[in-house]
């Protein structure tokens, strides 16, 4: 089982990056997949979550309107589309992958995204 994070990097604060999450070794079309992010010292944070079947996002409230989650389901990935970056935003970047009703779930080791002012 694998969740493989790219697309991380270092932009100035306004900016866009786009995250890509690669899955393989487990179900991903019935799998709900997220992102968070983990600051040091700090809880990690949901940025933004998406159904199994692509009908359903959620998003925390500090990244609404500027970031958004999509997958393709054949191709086994989830992406995160972030514009309008602020340096607040700057953590590691991880992909989560759970199937619903079931006990079995996944990290990425995950990407590290920098903003800077």
């Known amino acids: 089982v694998r969740l493989v994070e790219s697309g991380g990097g270092l932009v100035q604060s306004g900016g866009s990056l786009t995250l890509s999450c690669a899955a393989s070794g487990f179900d991903f079309s019935r799998s709900d997949m997220t992102w968070y992010r983990q600051v040091p010292g700090k809880a990690r944070e949901l940025v933004a979550s998406?159904?199994?079947?692509?009908?359903?996002?959620n998003y925390a409230d500090s990244v609404k309107g500027r970031f958004t989650i999509s997958r393709n389901n054949p191709k086994l990935t989830v992406d995160l589309k972030m514009n309008n970056l602020k340096p607040e935003d700057t953590a590691v970047y991880l992909c989560?992958?759970?199937?619903?009703?079931?006990?079995?779930?996944?990290w990425g080791q995950g990407t590290q995204v920098t903003v800077s002012s």
């Open positions: 998406i159904t199994s079947r692509g009908d359903r996002t």
């Open positions: 989560y992958g759970a199937i619903p009703g079931s006990t079995s779930y996944y």
